[in-house]
């Protein structure tokens, strides 16, 4: 599907009558060179986004695109540079870290709730993708990793700071279940250069919907957002009556978990403003191609793990973040001669502290009443 939008109602309903702008059409080029064109939304297979993205290069439109950028960060390289020659709009539909519960929490992150962010998780589990395509590894690239670990990496990645390099990945990934060439199911970690671990989980094999769920612990705090099957609704039915109940929902019977506004939740809304924003005050959207193409890379490292069972080096030729960072610091000074292990409040009403000596490296405790 490729969709086309234009700021003139008139026009944007003639173009509709005249190409159908939800719907694939025989003559691409055709319909993204319109003069009334805005902006293209690419939301085809993942084999055809290069070819959608130099065509909306050509003729200089702006343009945004599904994830993944590309099958492969040399794919997702390619685009980028071709945009940027370009000089149009580029816009990266990562939806998931626009979903309101995300937005408060990495706001709360950036204002040091958490202090230093040492972990970051992402789960994003389901029964499987709607279209036959993305069972098609030629088409899609890949499987779960590809299709889910996306989202769970620009997820923890964000959480972590996008300006800290990703260096490198371990990844576990099996086809388990579904008669396909791909993997169905993932896990992985990812290690940035300041030592904050990204840790992402994916499966094509979940049963009961979708299972949606971010974790990020700092030195001075933790959070936890289950999107999707634990929602505060619950709800109990035989099936009379009952269709769509959410998004990958396998039933329609026993007890449910709906969602009360799917759009606004899956963070569609606040995606698609920024975006819109973006383009009418001429500056970059808070997701651009480029994080498409840090994500491939990410993406990449993930699958030769996988394959050869160790730590994979993340290569990215294009690099624009931090560098030379290292490990921070973990110790807390107490005095001049002790680091602070632990402090606690014990059941009887008294402090009690755990404390290491500079020198020697002993371990202490004092209790102060």
Request: hydrophobic residues 35%; charged residues 25%; proline residues 3%.
């Amino acid at each position: 599907m490729i969709s086309i939008y234009s700021r003139r109602e008139e026009s944007a309903k003639k173009f509709a009558e005249d190409y159908g702008c939800t719907h694939w059409t025989t003559n691409m080029e055709e319909a993204i060179a319109h003069p009334d064109v805005d902006i293209v939304c690419i939301s085809l297979p993942n084999n055809l986004h290069e070819a959608a993205v130099l065509l909306c290069c050509k003729h200089k439109k702006a343009v945004m695109t599904t994830k993944p950028l590309g099958r492969n960060a040399e794919e997702a390289k390619r685009m980028l540079l071709a945009v940027e020659e370009a000089g149009i709009f580029n816009g990266y539909l990562e939806d998931l870290v626009y979903t309101p519960k995300f937005i408060k929490a990495h706001q709360s992150v950036r204002e040091g709730a958490l202090g230093r962010i040492l972990w970051a998780k992402s789960r994003e589990t389901h029964p499987g993708p709607h279209s036959e395509w993305f069972w098609d590894i030629e088409q899609a690239g890949g499987g779960c990793i590809l299709d889910l670990g996306c989202h769970c990496v620009e997820i923890t990645r964000s959480y972590i700071g996008k300006d800290i390099k990703p260096v490198e990945v371990m990844c576990w990934a099996d086809t388990q279940v579904k008669p396909i060439d791909a993997e169905d199911h993932a896990i992985g970690l990812v290690k940035y250069e300041n030592g904050a671990i990204g840790q992402f989980e994916v499966s094509w094999t979940f049963r009961g919907g979708l299972d949606l769920r971010d974790e990020v612990m700092g030195s001075e705090g933790t959070i936890w957002i289950n999107s999707f099957l634990r929602t505060g609704f619950d709800m109990f039915t035989t099936g009379k009556g009952g269709d769509y109940i959410a998004e990958k929902a396998e039933s329609n019977t026993g007890w449910l978990f709906p969602v009360g506004d799917e759009l606004n939740e899956l963070g569609y809304n606040h995606m698609f403003m920024d975006m819109f924003n973006a383009i009418e005050k001429g500056v970059p959207p808070k997701e651009t191609f480029y994080d498409g193409y840090v994500v491939n890379a990410i993406l990449d490292a993930a699958y030769r793990s996988a394959k050869t069972k160790l730590w994979e080096p993340v290569k990215l030729d294009i690099w624009r973040g931090k560098t030379g960072l290292t490990k921070e610091s973990h110790l807390v000074e107490y005095d001049a001669d002790h680091y602070l292990v632990k402090e606690e409040m014990t059941h009887y009403g008294a402090k009690k502290l755990i404390l290491k000596n500079k020198q020697t490296g002993k371990i202490t405790e004092q209790i102060i009443e």
